[in-house]
């Protein structure tokens, strides 16, 4: 009680805590040095200070002096308190002084007992000493006040001895506590290697899809340093491209320009000569005197004539030519220059992800009876009117249909588009898929993986009978992307942006041919 009550003296009444480095105001009330740091600093603002216990105020921020004896006093009650934790468990009950762990438990006396008390305790039979325990009075029977010595199997039960002979479990069938102890810890055990094991098995899952997401980082850094080295590199052959084409046109430019240059100051003096003479012929017409005109020799006018008429001028060479509009720039040279942007951009195609849309014909052959084929072998419609096809080994019997081309290497893609309701399903399957029964349908086998439309436009993927509902109603245009060396065969909705749907990884070991069932619908493969 005393600890108690000193407990509560030794607490801050700000953080209501035992003090951490106490400190007293003017006043000689004590605080933790930080909560009352906090308190003051609030206080700042309002000009005035105040004891948060007393409500003194102080004028002035009040300086902090730290209690030494107080510091004192909480240091030796925590260290008697740390002590007093140390002493953990089961205390000695004749031990009333200082608590003394207990090493064992009585249970006839219902005490527990130290080294020193358990060697002057009674040996007798009926003092039954177990390990140190708090609830002794549960180890009796609650009736007849005796040791629990056996375990009614059919009231699953502990009893006495008394409730053995003349309880209610008389009769019963029953067996001593470590017998029945020894059966039940043996169950746990079976039960403890069933949870081992598998929590074995979910650490081996945890391991595997680790290393899928460590393996899905490193591909995705690969990939976008891939993209960003080749769109690199088509900048670099862009601008290339451009600065050769701008200095085609510079040259051109300045060929035509030195030209022109060269054909205008060749006219500008045939310009000043025939300033000069028309000068000339002026001074001759505002002569008054008939006598001097015609003694006067009669001015050369042979340059007169029209040079695209007459073939051009003889004093200039025959450069006195006008240039013709359109002609100026060499546009076919710079035409073919950029033409090779379309190298540059075949060369793009070659080094982005796939191949061009793989060719995608239906495969009649293999076709089921109750499977319209369109004649361009693109489109497959379900009909209940039996088509007169021969019964073949390679003919499903379900509306099924396969392709005729089937891929064991690379990465191709196809797009196919179908209806917004009814029951079709598309995907891709090995060429020794079964033909016959229920087996045969793409997805209900280890030999094909599909995308599933069901009825109230509920889609789903499936591989080998095993189906995972997709939460997103999706539109009816999806593509099928195949990467065979990778083992990925993925889904996408064709919307804008395209939106990935599943991926299913297997260890691909035979040709993969596409695969259609359309029972009351229609699925159309289309061109991109």
Same mark, same amino acid.
């Given at each position: 009680?005393?600890?108690?009550?000193?407990?509560?003296?030794?607490?801050?009444?700000?953080?209501?805590?035992?003090?951490?480095?106490?400190?007293?105001?003017?006043?000689?009330?004590?605080?933790?040095?930080?909560?009352?740091?906090?308190?003051?600093?609030?206080?700042?603002?309002?000009?005035?200070?105040?004891?948060?216990?007393?409500?003194?105020?102080?004028?002035?921020?009040?300086?902090?002096?730290?209690?030494?004896?107080?510091?004192?006093?909480?240091?030796?009650?925590?260290?008697?308190?740390?002590?007093?934790?140390?002493?953990?468990?089961?205390?000695?009950?004749?031990?009333?002084?200082?608590?003394?762990?207990?090493?064992?438990?009585?249970?006839?006396?219902?005490?527990?007992?130290?080294?020193?008390?358990?060697?002057?305790?009674? @040996?007798?039979?009926?003092?039954? /000493? $177990?390990?140190?325990?708090?609830? #002794? =009075?549960?180890? +009796?029977?609650?009736?007849?006040? %005796?040791?629990?010595?056996?375990?009614?199997?059919?009231?699953?039960?502990?009893?006495?001895?008394?409730?053995?002979?003349?309880?209610?479990?008389?009769?019963?069938?029953?067996?001593?506590?470590?017998?029945?102890?020894?059966?039940?810890?043996?169950?746990?055990?079976?039960?403890?290697?069933?949870?081992?094991?598998?929590?074995?098995?979910?650490?081996?899952?945890?391991?595997?899809?680790?290393?899928?997401?460590?393996?899905?980082?490193?591909?995705?850094?690969?990939?976008?340093?891939?993209?960003?080295?080749?769109?690199?590199?088509?900048?670099?052959?862009?601008?290339?491209?451009?600065?050769?084409?701008?200095?085609?046109?510079?040259?051109?430019? @300045?060929?035509?320009?030195?030209? /022109? $240059?060269?054909?205008?100051?060749? #006219? =500008?003096?045939? +310009?000043?000569?025939?300033?000069? %003479?028309?000068?000339?012929?002026?001074?001759?017409?505002?002569?008054?005197?008939?006598?001097?005109?015609?003694?006067?020799?009669?001015?050369?006018?042979?340059?007169?004539?029209?040079?695209?008429?007459?073939?051009?001028?003889?004093?200039?060479?025959?450069?006195?030519?006008?240039?013709?509009?359109?002609?100026?720039?060499?546009?076919?040279?710079?035409?073919?220059?950029?033409?090779?942007?379309?190298?540059?951009?075949?060369?793009?195609?070659?080094?982005?992800?796939?191949?061009?849309?793989?060719?995608?014909?239906?495969?009649?052959?293999?076709?089921?009876?109750?499977?319209?084929?369109?004649?361009?072998?693109?489109?497959?419609?379900?009909?209940? @009117?039996?088509?007169?096809?021969?019964?073949?080994?390679?003919?499903?019997?379900?509306?099924?249909?396969?392709?005729?081309?089937?891929?064991?290497?690379?990465?191709?893609?196809?797009?196919?588009?179908?209806?917004?309701?009814?029951?079709?399903?598309?995907?891709?399957?090995?060429?020794?898929?079964?033909?016959?029964?229920?087996?045969?349908?793409?997805?209900?086998?280890?030999?094909?993986?599909?995308?599933?439309?069901?009825?109230?436009?509920?889609?789903?993927?499936?591989?080998?009978?095993?189906?995972?509902?997709?939460?997103?109603?999706?539109?009816?245009?999806?593509?099928?992307?195949?990467?065979?060396?990778?083992?990925?065969?993925?889904?996408?909705?064709?919307?804008?942006?395209?939106?990935?749907?599943?991926?299913?990884?297997?260890?691909?070991?035979?040709?993969?041919?596409?695969?259609?069932?359309?029972?009351?619908?229609?699925?159309?493969?289309?061109?991109?």
């Amino acid at each position: 009680m005393a600890s108690a009550d000193l407990r509560e003296e030794l607490d801050c009444s700000i953080c209501l805590s035992t003090y951490t480095d106490p400190v007293m105001l003017r006043c000689g009330h004590n605080f933790c040095r930080v909560c009352i740091d906090r308190v003051l600093d609030t206080q700042e603002g309002s000009g005035v200070y105040s004891c948060p216990d007393c409500r003194e105020e102080f004028q002035q921020r009040p300086t902090l002096m730290r209690d030494f004896a107080l510091c004192k006093i909480v240091k030796n009650f925590q260290q008697t308190d740390q002590h007093q934790e140390e002493i953990t468990g089961i205390c000695c009950t004749y031990c009333v002084d200082s608590p003394v762990p207990a090493v064992r438990s009585c249970l006839h006396c219902e005490a527990s007992l130290c080294d020193k008390h358990l060697r002057a305790h009674s @040996k007798s039979a009926e003092h039954i /000493l $177990s390990d140190p325990s708090t609830s #002794l =009075e549960k180890r +009796k029977c609650s009736v007849h006040k %005796k040791i629990l010595e056996y375990y009614c199997k059919e009231d699953a039960a502990c009893i006495c001895v008394s409730c053995s002979l003349i309880g209610k479990h008389n009769g019963h069938n029953m067996e001593s506590l470590d017998e029945a102890s020894g059966k039940k810890k043996k169950k746990l055990r079976n039960v403890l290697q069933k949870l081992i094991t598998k929590r074995e098995k979910t650490e081996e899952r945890v391991r595997s899809l680790e290393e899928r997401r460590i393996k899905a980082q490193e591909k995705a850094a690969g990939e976008a340093e891939r993209v960003t080295a080749l769109c690199t590199d088509i900048r670099r052959r862009v601008d290339d491209l451009e600065k050769k084409v701008l200095s085609e046109i510079s040259r051109q430019e @300045k060929e035509e320009s030195l030209s /022109l $240059s060269a054909l205008i100051h060749q #006219l =500008e003096i045939k +310009k000043d000569e025939l300033s000069r %003479k028309m000068r000339h012929i002026e001074e001759l017409c505002n002569m008054t005197d008939p006598l001097t005109v015609l003694a006067l020799q009669e001015p050369d006018t042979g340059d007169l004539c029209d040079p695209e008429e007459e073939g051009g001028d003889e004093d200039t060479g025959g450069h006195d030519k006008q240039p013709h509009d359109g002609d100026d720039l060499d546009v076919a040279v710079i035409s073919h220059t950029l033409h090779t942007l379309c190298d540059v951009i075949s060369g793009i195609r070659s080094g982005i992800y796939v191949e061009d849309p793989a060719d995608i014909l239906l495969d009649v052959t293999t076709a089921g009876n109750y499977l319209l084929i369109s004649d361009d072998l693109k489109t497959a419609t379900g009909t209940r @009117k039996k088509q007169k096809r021969p019964e073949t080994a390679e003919r499903f019997q379900c509306k099924q249909v396969m392709s005729r081309r089937g891929f064991t290497s690379g990465r191709h893609y196809w797009d196919v588009e179908g209806g917004r309701s009814g029951w079709w399903m598309v995907g891709m399957c090995y060429p020794s898929i079964d033909r016959r029964g229920d087996q045969s349908v793409i997805g209900n086998n280890n030999k094909s993986w599909c995308l599933r439309l069901y009825d109230n436009n509920e889609y789903s993927v499936i591989h080998d009978r095993k189906l995972m509902r997709l939460p997103d109603k999706i539109s009816s245009r999806v593509r099928i992307h195949l990467d065979y060396e990778a083992g990925q065969l993925s889904f996408y909705e064709l919307c804008d942006p395209i939106r990935h749907l599943h991926t299913f990884t297997a260890s691909f070991s035979e040709p993969l041919h596409a695969a259609l069932f359309v029972y009351n619908n229609s699925l159309t493969i289309k061109k991109t």
